[in-house]
């Protein structure tokens, strides 16, 4: 993604106007990206918060758990809204010290019905006792959220074998390292070297921001980001961010 710069200097007004109404077009389609998918949990876990209190009698319980749901999903959000705009403005976000894997876990609650959806089996493999991240939490929730997005957009479209997503963490040099291995079709030749350009995509309808926003987002923490093939099928994103 280009440099979002709302008030340039040293331009002639046409060129400012011009350069702003750019910029103000990458940070709406940034946002419709990253509201997406909490805003798809919201309508799927309202729609089975209501099947639940459909039921004769009632599933409270369910549709309690639903409806908690509702609720992360409405507060990440709106998190998300404010941490675009201030990802497009370059502040430096608000870095706090928290347990990484439970926010992890948050995330994978909120793909939990496109995950059962498509059938994709997921295992987890947190290294415990790692001291805390030291990042901007909404903005590691959006990393993972957009990696593990296109693992199950590859994996949609995966046939004959059971589709698995394998999410890792542990501590590497200081640095605390994620990964996230899907068995789907692989990175297409034509997307490689591409991957991480604002507005490429290789797929139908696809916006082609997810992997620039991650990559910004890490780049702004001092970490790194890239991806190598999966053995046999797929792919494996690997990111490091700072630990404490
Ligand atoms: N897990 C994956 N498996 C295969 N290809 C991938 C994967 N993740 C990303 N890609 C490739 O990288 C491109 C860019 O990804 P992204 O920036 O998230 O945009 P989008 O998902 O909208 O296409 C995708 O269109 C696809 O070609
Ligand atoms: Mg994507």
Redesign the pocket.
């Known amino acids: 993604m280009g440099s979002m710069r709302y008030f340039p200097q040293r331009q002639d007004a046409g060129q400012a106007q011009a350069e702003r109404l750019r910029g103000l077009g990458q940070l709406a389609a940034s946002i419709a990206h990253e509201v997406r998918q909490p805003l798809a949990a919201i309508a799927l876990n309202a729609d089975a918060a209501l099947r639940w209190l459909d039921h004769d009698p009632p599933r409270l319980e369910q549709a309690r758990a639903a409806l908690a749901l509702v609720a992360s999903a409405g507060s990440h959000a709106s998190a998300v809204l404010r941490s675009v705009h201030g990802l497009a403005s370059q502040s430096p976000g608000s870095h706090h010290t928290f347990a990484a894997d439970d926010a992890v876990h948050d995330m994978l609650q909120l793909l939990r019905a496109e995950l059962l959806q498509h059938a994709i089996h997921v295992e987890i493999q947190l290294q415990p006792g790692r001291p805390p991240l030291c990042a901007d939490p909404v903005q590691f929730r959006q990393v993972i959220t ?2 593990l ?3 199950i ?2 994996l949609r479209h995966t046939h004959g074998r059971q589709r698995s997503v394998l999410l890792s963490s542990r501590l590497d040099g200081g640095m605390q390292h994620f990964s996230i291995a ?1 068995n ?5 030749p034509q ?1 490689a070297g591409r ?2 350009d604002a507005l ?4 139908p309808g ?7 926003i991650c990559r910004r987002i890490v780049d702004a923490h001092g970490g790194r980001l890239w991806h190598a093939p999966g053995a046999p099928h ?2 494996v ?1 690997h990111f490091t961010l700072p630990s404490q």
């Open positions: 957009n990696v997005m296109n693992a957009e590859t899907d789907g079709a692989g990175i297409a997307a991957l991480y490429y995509s290789s797929k696809g916006m082609g921001l997810g992997l620039a797929g792919s994103f």
